[in-house]
């Protein structure tokens, strides 16, 4: 298996399916996390109107709560003055009070249990936004990652492998070939001044053996001939054996 064969089969296998999917993913994203922060929004005001609702009654339960007491307060006074009617009446106003703040707590119970699941509602949306951008971020990149390898898919994909490489083959060719005619000169070069020095060398062999032909072959030089009056060596090396010798055969005569 090619390179390229291998580079689309990776390609292929990591594109992300955020990609092929979604007409954009990231607008999707960005869509996304605004519908959460609206939500939030919507979430905190209703928390704010809860905590106020809640407020509201709390004081309306401690206003109740102060009734009571006043009215308890005036019905044993009416009793200490020794008027009993006045006192039935203060204990009457107390139960209307009583019945009231009974009510407005079992009411302000159940908003602070609402108002407490609220908030934690709150923090829990606020926590996956944070998240949610975090996450949005990584999903961009991967996005990001995931077009860049979809584009080099296609470039690979649209890419002539065969044409690609016969390119590199015919340049590979033409390099080859420049190599060989280079060395080609450069042996030729050589070659001429070696057969260069081979000449001189043996055109010195047969000059030398030329001259030596030549001295050969020439007419020895004639004797120089000896003046008749003049002596040679040899003559003159003679003398004295004739002398000695003359003197030999005298005294044999004398005998």
Do not use: C, H
């Not at 609702?53 to 003055?81: D, F, G, S």
């Not at 949610?132 to 890419?159: D, F, H, P, W």
């Amino acid at each position: 298996m090619g390179l390229f064969d291998r580079l689309k089969r990776v390609v292929g296998a990591n594109l992300n399916d955020l990609v092929s999917k979604a007409e954009d993913p990231e607008k999707m994203l960005e869509q996304a996390l605004l519908e959460m922060q609206e939500d939030m929004v919507k979430l905190r005001q209703g928390v704010a109107q809860a905590i106020a609702a809640q407020k509201r009654t709390e004081k309306q339960y401690n206003e109740a709560v102060n009734e009571v007491n006043k009215w308890q307060r005036n019905a044993q006074l009416a009793l200490q003055k020794g008027d009993e009617d006045l006192a039935r009446q203060a204990l009457e106003r107390k139960k209307t009070y009583n019945d009231t703040s009974v009510a407005l707590k079992t009411s302000l119970d159940q908003q602070t249990i609402q108002v407490e699941g609220l908030k934690k509602n709150l923090i829990q949306l606020e926590s996956k936004i944070s998240e949610a951008k975090t996450k949005k971020e990584m999903l961009k990149a991967r996005i990001t990652a995931a077009k860049a390898q979809e584009q080099l898919g296609n470039m690979v994909s649209g890419m002539s492998t065969s044409s690609a490489m016969s390119a590199f083959e015919r340049m590979e060719e033409k390099v080859l070939l420049q190599e060989s005619r280079a060395q080609s000169t450069a042996e030729l070069i050589g070659s001429d001044l070696e057969s260069q020095f081979a000449k001189l060398e043996s055109g010195s062999d047969i000059d030398d053996e030329l001259a030596r032909l030549k001295a050969s072959l020439a007419p020895a030089p004639e004797p120089k001939l000896l003046n008749p009056e003049q002596p040679t060596s040899k003559a003159k090396s003679a003398q004295p054996v004739d002398a000695e010798l003359e003197e030999l055969k005298k005294q044999l005569d004398k005998l």
